[in-house]
């Protein structure tokens, strides 16, 4: 087990300066534009998987850095360049981390590898698991998955929302029920391979924020996968289901849902994304701030301003120190005691508003315009305390988990 540091390593430096290149390179630059046409960039995904950073191996060297640091550092240095388009480079990892939470090494090794394609032919992935009446209360989830021994299939049949890349992607991990008398308890993940009939593309969402990024709706019609398709096979599935009815009886301890270990995972690196956002806003308000004169002086001469640059990048240090903190932790396998991995997202995305919002005030009327990014990250940061997980669903975590109640 790595000991805890805050120091990055010869080859994590590296790695760092390379993805800054990238995204003051390719992903800034392009950034107003792709914002402007709320479309998938698919030329900047298919540069990123040329140079490799859209692709399994890059993936898989930061998910299993022993220091935890790789996924949350890539994750701010993205981030940094655009929100948007970076989730549009990003977004299959959550797929990806559904498969790997939840799958056998076969299904990781089959199904990983055609969520990103190649250079020549780049893919996209899709976790699916919000629905138009289920978002934080998963309890209330409706796509159902049923077993038709028969044949050995699987028949899925729903609708989802607010899914990154639903629709477009070439393969779609979906969370559905399997048994409903268990709640949260009786759901699993399916694998929906390319072209299978039933899937389509719902509503495709115009956002507020991270327009770069698809957001659609999945609609599910007699959805048929093999039984190969569920994540960890049917027997782990069973077993499964079979100790949450006899804990359901005894009201003892509760488990773990499919969507539950997806989300659990990935919120250290949400709460890496903020910070690249926040972090990029100070950097343009401080620049800004030492170069633009108000009565003959810059105007971070002005407490009022100096103050407030002093308090954002305060916050973003004790952001980032949280995030990887939790990402060590989760690497190490020490467990969450007081939900460490909410505590990171949701003061890294709180932060992330709050820093944006400072940079529009600093830049005056000029924030406020297209002209300067910082009114873009000001909408891109709005996502942070809303998905995979809002801010309140992360503070109920944290008050069970400090309290011994149950997370359901």
């Not at 992903?27 to 950073?53: L, N």
């Not at 981030?79 to 388009?85: L, P, S």
């Not at 409706?142 to 992607?169: M, S």
């Not at 989300?263 to 800004?288: I, N």
Request: charged share 25%.
């Amino acid at each position: 087990m790595a000991e805890f540091t805050m120091e990055l390593n010869d080859e994590q430096k590296e790695v760092r300066d390379w993805l800054h290149g990238f995204a003051a390179d390719v992903i800034r630059p392009a950034a107003a534009e792709w914002d402007e046409r709320e479309e998938t960039p698919w030329p900047v995904i298919q540069e990123a998987a040329k140079v490799g950073i859209y692709s399994l191996d890059f993936y898989a060297q930061q998910y299993f850095d022993p220091t935890g640091l790789g996924i949350p550092m890539a994750m701010e240095e993205l981030f940094w360049g655009d929100a948007g388009i970076a989730l549009s480079i990003v977004g299959t990892g959550l797929a990806a981390v559904g498969v790997l939470a939840n799958g056998t090494e076969e299904q990781i090794g089959t199904w990983i590898p055609q969520m990103y394609g190649d250079a020549n032919d780049v893919k996209v992935a899709a976790f699916c698991s919000s629905e138009p009446d289920a978002g934080s209360d998963v309890a209330s989830m409706r796509t159902r998955a049923v077993y038709d021994e028969a044949t050995d299939e699987w028949v899925l049949n729903g609708t989802k929302t607010w899914a990154t890349n639903g629709g477009i992607a070439n393969v779609h991990v979906v969370v559905a029920v399997v048994d409903a008398e268990l709640g949260s308890k009786g759901h699993a993940s399916f694998i929906v391979p390319p072209g299978t009939p039933g899937l389509a593309q719902g509503q495709k969402f115009k956002k507020h924020g991270i327009r770069a990024s698809h957001t659609a709706e999945v609609i599910l019609d007699q959805v048929r996968v093999p039984g190969s398709c569920l994540l960890g096979g049917k027997e782990k599935l069973d077993e499964r289901l079979a100790r949450a009815r006899e804990r359901a009886k005894s009201g003892g301890e509760r488990v773990k849902n499919a969507a539950m270990a997806t989300f659990e995972a990935s919120r250290p690196a949400v709460g890496a994304m903020a910070v690249g956002t926040a972090r990029a806003a100070y950097e343009v308000a401080l620049d800004y701030a030492v170069t633009r004169e108000q009565f003959g002086r810059p105007i971070i001469d002005n407490q009022g301003v100096a103050f407030q640059l002093a308090d954002m990048r305060t916050q973003i240090d004790a952001a980032r120190l949280l995030v990887w903190r939790a990402s060590w932790m989760a690497i190490s396998g020490k467990p969450f005691t007081a939900a460490e991995g909410s505590m990171s997202k949701l003061y890294a995305s709180e932060t992330a508003k709050k820093v944006t919002a400072q940079a529009i005030q600093i830049l005056g009327g000029n924030g406020y315009t297209r002209e300067y990014p910082v009114e873009r990250m000001h909408r891109d940061s709005a996502i942070y305390t809303i998905f995979e997980g809002t801010s309140e669903i992360q503070r109920l975590v944290i008050a069970r988990t400090l309290s011994g109640m149950p997370i359901r």
